[in-house]
């Protein structure tokens, strides 16, 4: 049987280490991507390798330049000839007022967060369209379906992904590819270390799960979004611990 294949970008740590542990584990070979942070990949990359024997392939590159994004789907395409699936979660947050943001803050979020949903997208449906069959997973958050103060920027570029799945899972559906996204809740990543203590507790107390979700949890959900029947299209799926 042929090997499965997925790409995760911003593979080095947390919700995308845990998704491409939990898929190297089932055979999966995994490519795994991130801009900068290369060693904490090739340290994934190593442990893979000893623990589960499956294929794992780093493609070092920001998803956020579309000539990046080309050069990591040439490399993907020189090993195999499809991806089964796409995890889009590559993402950085911004917690500032919105007047005090700069241009570059502002381009920098929505080319890092929603851009690099598009030039993902745009290299891996051809194969998928011709096979037909693919599963694209794009990690968002519940802050683009509702809002979040001093955080515009951040909820404008997850609204955009939200909007993306939706239209895309409508034009590749004759196809039998299936587009969906994770609107996330609060989940406990280094994404909130720039949080005081005091302002963890504050929003710990707000969530009805009484705690943040973990890294595994989102994974677990991208595994089942990935074995779900394909009728299952177009859906925004929050897992928030009841906060929405």
């Known amino acids: 049987m042929e090997q499965k294949t997925i ?8 919700i995308g280490k845990s998704i491409a542990l939990r898929f190297a584990s089932r055979g999966y070979h995994t490519f795994l991507n991130c801009s900068s942070s290369v060693d904490e990949l090739k340290k994934l990359r190593a442990y893979i390798r000893k623990k589960y024997h499956t294929p794992c392939t780093i493609v070092v590159g920001d998803v956020g330049n579309p000539d990046h994004v080309r050069a990591i789907y040439n490399r993907i395409y020189h090993d195999c000839s499809h991806l089964d699936v796409l995890v889009n979660n590559a993402g950085i947050s911004h917690i500032n007022l919105l007047s005090d943001m700069t241009d570059e803050d ?4 929505i080319q890092t967060n929603l851009s690099s949903v598009f030039y993902c997208c745009r ?3 051809p ?5 037909r069959s693919g599963k694209i997973i794009n990690i968002s958050s519940m802050w683009g379906l509702s809002g979040a103060s001093c955080e515009v920027a951040y ?9 993306f799945t939706k239209a895309l899972a409508k034009e590749l559906a004759p196809s039998n590819v299936q587009v969906n996204a994770i609107a996330c809740g609060v989940i406990d990543t280094s994404m909130n270390d720039q949080l005081t203590p005091e302002e963890r507790k504050a929003l710990e107390d707000e ?5 943040y979700g973990t890294p595994k949890e989102i994974a677990q959900m991208v595994w089942n979004i990935v074995h779900a029947p394909e009728y299952m299209t177009g859906q925004i799926i929050g897992v928030d611990g009841g906060f929405l």
């Open 127 to 131: 194969p998928m369209v011709s096979k």
């Open 106 to 109: 502002w381009n920098h979020i």
């Open 123 to 125: 290299q891996a449906i």
């Open 155 to 163: 909820s404008a570029s997850k609204s955009g992904i939200n909007g």
């Open 7 to 14: 790409l995760i970008t911003g593979a080095s740590r947390g």
């Open 207 to 211: 969530i009805p799960a009484g705690r």
